[in-house]
Nanobody, 116 residues
Framework: QVSLVESGGGLVQAGGSLRLSCAVS????????MGWFRQAPGKEREFVAA????????NYADSVRGRFTISRDNAKNTVALQMNSLEPEDTGVYYC?????????WGQGTQVTVSS
């Protein structure tokens, strides 16, 4: 059974930084594209960032490009999201995911709250 577990969320002031991590267990997902979505209160879940299985290609939402950096360590079966210059609009639950063709796995989410 595949499990994705996020960590690193918390409360931070605007302008601060957080580093989220997603640990995968149950199988190796090195062939999967992995990434992050987030969901703010009262809003739909939205894409944040993704990284291909070799890490050679990354993609970011316009709202976070230049502030967030996604990375992965296939040997450790982890993916991370470094978030800098955080804004109150970045508040939400952040979900880690892994996708390969029609197969998807999701974590339970970690709360990020940015105070103004």
């Amino acid at each position: 059974q595949v499990s994705l577990v996020e960590s690193g969320g918390g409360l931070v002031q605007a302008g601060g930084s957080l580093r989220l991590s997603c640990a995968v267990s149950g199988r190796t997902l090195s062939a999967y594209t992995m990434g992050w979505f987030r969901q703010a209160p009262g809003k739909e879940r939205e894409f944040v960032a993704a990284i291909t299985w070799r890490g050679g290609s990354t993609n970011y939402a316009d709202s976070v490009r230049g502030r967030f950096t996604i990375s992965r360590d296939n040997a450790k079966n982890t993916v991370a999201l470094q978030m800098n210059s955080l804004e109150p609009e970045d508040t939400g639950v952040y979900y880690c995911y892994a996708r390969l063709l029609a197969v998807e796995y999701w974590g339970q989410g970690t709360q990020v709250t940015v105070s103004s």
